[in-house]
Nanobody
């Protein structure tokens, strides 16, 4: 069994910063791509940032220059550093990862965390 657990969300004012963390645990053989998604009320879930096992990153255009995704492969953890937050960044942020399990290392399974709320007041 594999779990992704996010932490670090909260209520901040516009212009402030937050750092989200997502730790994967369980019967993990390896982790490929790790992503952060977000979903605002009444909107579809959208990709915010992604990072490969080798450290290549990609970002949603509106967060480039403000958000930084990173990972610690030894800790099976991905981070999202969010600076200069805006009210439009308010959403539930979800961690997502493609994981190979010890039981079936030849297959990739996609997992989601439970989400963490980020609220930015203007």
């Amino acid at each position: 069994q594999v779990q992704l657990v996010e932490s670090g969300g909260g209520l901040v004012q516009a212009g402030e910063s937050l750092r989200l963390s997502c730790a994967a645990s369980g019967s993990i053989f390896g982790i490929n791509l790790m992503n952060w998604y977000r979903q605002a009320p009444g909107k579809q879930r959208e990709l915010v940032a992604g990072i490969s096992s080798g450290g290549n990153t990609n970002y949603k255009e509106s967060v480039k220059g403000r958000f930084t995704i990173s990972r610690d492969n030894a800790k099976n953890t991905v981070y999202l550093e969010m600076n200069s937050l805006k009210s439009e960044d308010t959403a539930v942020y979800y961690c997502n990862a493609d994981i190979r399990t010890l039981e079936k290392p030849g297959l990739l399974f996609n997992y989601w965390g439970q989400g963490t709320q980020v609220t930015v007041s203007s």
